[in-house]
């Protein structure tokens, strides 16, 4: 859990990302993750911190996949239930989901409703998008448009404050930049 939560916060990473994640997909000698996002196909070549390298190095290779359920499955699939009149029903299992919120309450973490494994990446996306580009934070979090990277940046007015200040300065020059020359 540990390593998913530093690719949460080190890349983005969600619990589908996490799961799907293959050793092929990285590089800790380089200290690079290649891994295109599942649900856009956006490809994404990021740098890992040396925190998220170290605690990626102690987990143990059992397959192609980076990480395993105690019972050998991905983390994040889908399950065939029967239901009621003998039908096939598809349910989702997201183990990472279900791992991270024991974890805040083991933890008697005062988090407000809603907090998941998803908040890391949220969380991402906020410190990215401090940065003051957005088609970093687009790239980072393999959003196919600027538009969806948007959703996930929460509050960035100071960040705001600094880009409406700058812009300023293109439309006001300075006194010593104006000439008088007729």
Known sequence: MKAMIWLGLNCGFGCTDC?????KNLDLTGGRVAFPRGKTGVSRDLPLWPETIEVLKAVPKKGKLVFYTS??????????????????????????????????????????????????????????????????VQRLLGHANLLMATRYVQDVSKQTDE????????IIRSRSEKSCSV
Do not use: M
């Open 19 to 23: 799961s799907g994640l293959q050793w």
């Open 71 to 136: 019972r050998g499955n991905p983390f994040v699939r889908d399950a065939v239930k029967i239901d009621t009149n003998g039908n096939e029903k598809y349910c989702p299992i997201n183990s990472i989901a279900t791992k991270f919120a024991r974890l805040i309450k083991r933890a008697d973490l005062d988090v407000p409703k809603g907090t998941g494994f998803y908040s890391l990446r949220r969380t991402a996306a906020t410190l990215a998008a401090r940065s003051g580009d957005p088609f970093a």
């Open 163 to 170: 880009v409406v200040g700058k812009s300023r300065k293109y």
